[in-house]
């Protein structure tokens, strides 16, 4: 036993003299090396450019139209597209009218047809909505458009979610779960998926025909359809609740995958607190912002007041009027100021800025801050409302 504990005493002794030796073998090395600076790009970074870009041009290839959803499909092509998850989202840049603005839109194409040049979204116009109407009246063939790499968190995780998943979508919200379907057709998914998809009439619902074929492809996905306004063969009719999931939900254990808007997450999040499911198997897909604050839990300014949004950009400073009833982020896109941003819901940070002084409004609802980001005096523009004048140091394209 006495031998044993020499043993380890001296190994120990001996890593030590190895750790001692560290800073003057990194010296040695330091000195031994080239003075020739370094050029060119290095592989890894190579790799993060071409999975995260900031911008990627793209044509606009074919549009398909579904009128009675008020909404639009769009093919889109270009070169060397970065990859995504079924699920993501791709940030789209407007230029309207001297404001250059950033919208979200889910890609509803199949994630292996990046690798072919070819990304699809469904875009459908809301009320108003400033940038959706835009697209819709002025998208047409031929047109080159400004995007960034894809993003979002509401994709499928084998580790997180279960191998069943119920698909629950409203309006447009169908595009992700689109996606899924198709990845799962092509084999580059691996779980089972059945889509409750509600509107309100039939006539509203989006990229039915790929949908159908989706499911033709494999019985591991099943698509049904819910109408809220009209009873017809074939679809169930109302609302999406605990009921009609129970109905055709798998026995076992699943997750929950809910895209729409944000009033169908409020009822079917409370649906789905009646079926005791566990809060990490039930996932949506981020809502944006509210355009105003009126109405918002805890808000207590004045939308109608008028503020001054002092920014400190590299290199200089400028000055842009604010509206009590906007977000920090709709004032500096007015501005014409290329800002980082993506999601506009609050979630990704790519907008976080430092505030220098004011006083500001942050919904419960869309405040993701780090918890060291908001006791330090950080915010995320599109989804803070001003209540004074503002002054941000901003990292701006």
Request: proline residues 6%; charged residues 25%; glycine residues 10%.
């Amino acid at each position: 036993m006495a031998d044993f504990n020499f043993k380890v005493s001296l190994f120990g002794f001996m890593d030590m003299l190895k750790f001692k030796k560290i800073v003057p073998l990194r010296r040695e090395k330091l000195a031994g090396g080239e003075n020739t600076p370094l050029t060119g790009t290095f592989p890894i970074n190579k790799m993060a450019e071409y999975l995260h870009p900031k911008h990627q041009t793209l044509t606009v290839k074919e549009i398909r139209d579904y009128p009675g959803a008020g909404a639009k499909g769009y093919v889109l092509e270009g070169e060397s597209l970065a990859p995504f998850r079924a699920g993501q989202y791709l940030p789209v840049e407007l230029e309207i009218g001297g404001s250059v603005l950033h919208r979200a839109y889910t890609l509803c194409s199949d994630p292996a047809d990046a690798a072919k040049g070819r990304y699809e979204l469904g875009i459908k116009r809301t009320e108003d909505g400033f940038a959706s109407a835009w697209i819709l009246d002025n998208w047409k063939p031929g047109d080159q458009i400004t995007v960034a790499g894809p993003e979002g968190q509401c994709y499928y995780e084998p580790l997180r979610d279960e191998a069943y998943v119920v698909g629950i979508a409203g309006g447009s919200g169908i595009t992700p779960l689109l996606s899924m379907a198709r990845a799962i057709a092509a084999g580059t998914e691996d779980f089972d998926l059945t889509i409750l998809y509600g509107c309100r009439r039939e006539e509203q619902i989006m990229f039915r025909e790929e949908l159908e074929a989706a499911a033709a492809a494999t019985e591991r996905v099943k698509v049904v359809y819910i109408l809220s306004d009209e009873e017809r063969p074939g679809y169930e009719h109302g609302f999406i609740t605990a009921a009609l999931i129970e109905k055709y939900a798998p026995k076992a254990s699943y997750s929950v995958f809910m895209c729409g808007p944000e009033a169908m997450y409020r009822f079917v999040g409370g649906e789905c607190e009646k079926l005791g499911l566990d809060k990490k198997h039930v996932r949506c897909e981020a809502v944006p912002a509210p355009a105003s604050p009126e109405g918002l839990r805890g808000y207590t300014g004045d939308v109608s007041g008028e503020y001054t949004l002092t920014l400190r950009l590299p290199g200089e400073e400028r000055r842009v009027p604010m509206k009590g009833g906007e977000s920090v982020l709709a004032a500096i896109e007015r501005a014409g100021i290329r800002a980082n941003t993506k999601c506009r819901a609050g979630e990704c940070g790519f907008c976080r800025a430092k505030l220098l002084s004011g006083e500001y409004f942050a919904p419960e609802a869309f405040d993701h801050r780090r918890a060291a980001d908001a006791a330090h005096g950080y915010i995320h523009p599109c989804s803070t409302y001003p209540l004074s004048d503002m002054t941000l140091l901003l990292w701006a394209e």
